[in-house]
């Protein structure tokens, strides 16, 4: 089958397109004919080294696996033929994909591969970092770092769906004009000098009650500075690269929390949380409260330039990789 293969810790540069055995399905799992995996910023971590946990090389990045089931083990609940949508340590990036059961979804009659892709990683994270961790209530003030990155934009339109108001940051004149659209009732540019500023005035007297960062680094401080009482920081990630330190004193006087929230834990600890949340998102879906945006596809031999288009902060929305488009 067709991958792409990480060899040595480095770049999208580094990553190879090659002819390698299809994976062999562990006891229990299933295996997919891959149709589509987006694009995540976590891959750059992971093919760097520097992700949480590393795997060993070489192997196939890619979180997600969109496609049609074409073996499964009796009781698995899944049959060959299957249009499905698994979560993945990784291995997206190929024709074949081996996944668990207990990670793996059926699709709905209404979305395609490229759309179960997209909504996979991205919109599940951030679905249960607002619910479960942040648990963001409606008519609460969001704000959204990184508001048009993957997991940002998904923020912006599940704290819409919520019926959060949402206050979205971001960096371009584009970038702004898409969390627009993306239903955030205000959008600010960290790139002006008074962004907090501006954050506090949309926020209003009692400040802002949820703050999404995928982000850290320069932005964290200022954020924080514009947590109301009892307000929820929920750190996601750290795209600037440094990782911030709390200041924990202020914290005290307005009783903020400060929480983390991680897709790769949930998936040890609470699976049956990954599984509903799931299916509200093919609900939400299906009545148009949330619909990934895909800026970009790209053929399988195409996936480094995906991922540096991450790296180099361009990318806007999803990109997702068409596995056997190989026309594109
Ligand atoms: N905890 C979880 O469960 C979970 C799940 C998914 C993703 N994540 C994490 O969330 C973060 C974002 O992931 P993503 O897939 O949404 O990435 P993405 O699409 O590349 O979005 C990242 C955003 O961060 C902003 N940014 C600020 N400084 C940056 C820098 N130095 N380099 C790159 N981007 C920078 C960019 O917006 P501007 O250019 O507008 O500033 C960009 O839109 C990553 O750290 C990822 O690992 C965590």
Request: hydrophobic share 45%.
């Amino acid at each position: 089958m067709r991958a792409i293969v990480c060899r040595t810790w480095g770049g999208p540069g580094e990553l190879t397109l090659e002819d390698v055995p299809e994976p062999v399905p562990g006891e229990g799992e299933l295996k997919i004919d891959v149709h589509a995996c987006s694009v995540n910023f976590a891959d750059l971590l992971m093919i760097g080294g520097t992700y949480q946990t590393r795997p060993s090389l070489p192997f196939v990045p890619g979180l997600e696996a969109a496609g049609t089931i074409s073996s499964a083990p009796e009781g698995s609940g899944f049959q060959p033929g299957d249009r499905v949508v698994a979560i993945l340590w990784h291995g997206g990036y190929a024709e074949q994909a081996v996944a668990a059961p207990r990670e793996t979804f059926l699709l709905p009659a209404g979305v395609s591969f490229e759309v179960a892709a997209a909504l996979t990683s991205a919109y599940v994270s951030t679905a249960l970092a607002l619910q479960r961790v942040a648990r963001l209530l409606p008519s609460q003030t969001l704000l959204v770092l990184g508001a048009s990155g993957g997991v940002g934009l998904a923020a912006v339109q599940l704290g819409k769906a919520l019926g959060a108001t949402v206050i979205a940051v971001a960096g371009t004149t584009d970038k702004l004009a898409t969390v627009r659209e993306a239903g955030a009732g205000h959008v600010i540019s960290h790139r002006d000098e008074d962004w907090k500023e501006q954050v506090q005035a949309a926020a209003g007297p009692s400040g802002v009650d949820v703050c999404f960062d995928p982000v850290g680094g320069p932005l964290f401080d200022p954020a924080l500075s514009t947590l109301g009482w009892g307000g929820r920081y929920v750190l996601v990630g750290f795209a600037a690269g440094q990782v911030p330190q709390i200041p924990a004193h202020r914290l005290l006087v307005k009783h903020r929390a400060v929480l983390g929230s991680s897709l790769r834990y949930f998936r040890y600890r609470e699976p049956a949380a990954l599984r509903e949340t799931m299916e509200q998102l093919f609900d939400w879906y299906a009545q148009g409260k949330v619909s990934p945006r895909i800026t970009e596809r790209l053929p399988l031999s195409r996936t480094s330039e995906g991922l540096r288009a991450l790296e180099e902060r361009r990318a806007i929305g999803k990109l997702v990789v068409c596995v056997r488009d190989g026309g594109l």
